[in-house]
């Protein structure tokens, strides 16, 4: 049970508007779902297809790593912030540990800055090791917070 509720989690924070942080995507999705099996006996596979249509993707990934295995990621991440010009460069590497070397997840990334404020990324993780730039911010860095709000299943470890 508690797996089922991280998926629905994991799917909600996939689509989300993280302006707004509006669940109204989601909920439309789920609507979709009870009002397309209302009465019926629908399998997993059904639900998939159900989120591939709100998702406008293929998300056979998604259910093969989350829904049908077992493996849970540890992200071992880093930061740094460069400055560029008038504005900040931050790059985020990432090394993912404990999963197979395809294992994928798109993982939210709250940067916050110095003054006030604060923006969200979201940023793949497809490999065993990522570095990614994230697009130039105009405020100092004050940190970098990976896979806020538990957004993905996992283990997080900053290394510095």
Do not use: C
């Not at 006996?41 to 093969?64: G, R």
Request: charged residues 30%.
């Amino acid at each position: 049970y508690e797996k089922g509720a991280f998926v629905l989690h994991m799917l909600r924070n996939m689509m989300m508007d993280f302006k707004t942080f509006s669940d109204d995507r989601f909920i439309v999705m789920l609507k979709d779902y009870v009002n397309t099996y209302y009465g019926k006996n629908p399998s997993t596979y059904d639900f998939q297809k159900i989120v591939e249509k709100h998702l406008e993707q293929d998300m056979n990934w998604f259910f093969k790593q989350w829904v049908y295995g077992i493996e849970i990621p540890k992200y071992v991440f880093f930061y740094i912030t460069e400055k560029v010009k008038d504005k900040y460069q931050v790059i985020v590497k990432v090394r993912q540990e404990n999963v197979s070397v395809d294992f994928k997840m798109q993982v939210p990334v709250v940067v916050v800055y110095k003054q006030e404020g604060y923006s969200i990324f979201r940023i793949w993780v497809d490999k065993p090791e990522v570095e990614v730039k994230l697009p130039l911010v105009s405020m100092e860095v004050k940190e970098v917070v990976f896979n806020p709000f538990e957004s993905v299943l996992g283990e997080v470890e900053e290394e510095k």
